[in-house]
């Protein structure tokens, strides 16, 4: 595996000035042999020249947050990641690699998860590359690369999780979606790195039933909520209930044989527990 090493190239100012003065060298030889000057001229005219050229084509200019991988003959020579003006061997094949974050959005993608049940999800995920050599030798196209794994990374996570989990200790994939987002990104984070590339940030970015059980499923989450308001509801008006008759025998207000506290009690409930407003039956005799 290629493992990238930096390496420190010369100025190129330098090699401006010095391309300046061997091109201003050639032209003044080739001023005086065309007044006839002997082969000595020639020969300083050729060196000049090809020594401007060199000090020229081997200029190249490295922008911030971004590195020239350097190649001779197919060997990798190292990489520059100082930002600035410089030279190289002309030689040298100087291929630009980013180093900026990058942010990449997988999308919607129809997979099941672990019910079995059809779901869209895509994600969103954000990288950078940070060893430029096995960005550039280990795969071919490392923005592919990335975008594939990500694909692969969002339907195995889909699959190990459900849409909605009916217990609080099941991680679900809408339930705990940052849970969720920190094992997408582990796992994706594996997968590049031998691309020389860090995942940052991975988050899901939509996240639905298939359309096809959508409404199915809407009905299902909408009885589930009834259910679940419904027991609270009974809950507390246990609760209170409980209140009551306690409060009543402590204080000493009335006192109720078994038969009325039942009937007590299913009255309170009745009206603790109905959906509309009870109306109440005014007893204009006895008590009993």
Known sequence: MVREKQ????SGWSAVVIGIVLALVA????????????????LVFVVALVGALIAFTGLFVVNPNEARVLQLFGDYVGS???AGFSWANPLYTKRRVSLRMV???????????????????AAIVVWKVIDSAQA????????????????????TLASRYPYDAHDDAVLSLRGNTQQVAEHLQKELDERVNLAGVKV?????????????????????????????????????????VEMALARLARNQVVTLDEERKATMVSNLLVV???????????NAGTLY
């Open 136 to 155: 550039v030798f280990e795969v071919d196209n490392y923005p592919e690369y990335v975008r594939v794994q990500g694909e692969s990374a969002v339907r």
């Open 80 to 82: 520059v990641r100082v």
């Open 7 to 10: 390496v420190k190239p010369s």
């Open 200 to 240: 940052l940030e991975a988050r899901i970015s939509h996240l639905a039933y298939a359309p096809e059980i959508a409404q199915a499923m809407l009905q299902r989450q909408q009885a589930g909520a009834i259910i679940a308001a419904r027991q609270k509801i009974v809950d507390g008006a246990v609760g209170m």
């Open 27 to 42: 032209l003044g030889a080739l001023a005086t042999g065309v007044a006839g000057g002997g082969p000595l001229l020639v």
């Open 272 to 282: 603790l527990c109905s959906e509309r407003n009870t109306q109440p039956v005014i």
């Open 103 to 121: 942010s990449v959005e997988v999308g919607k993608l129809k997979v099941n998860d672990l019910d079995g049940n059809p779901v869209e999800i």
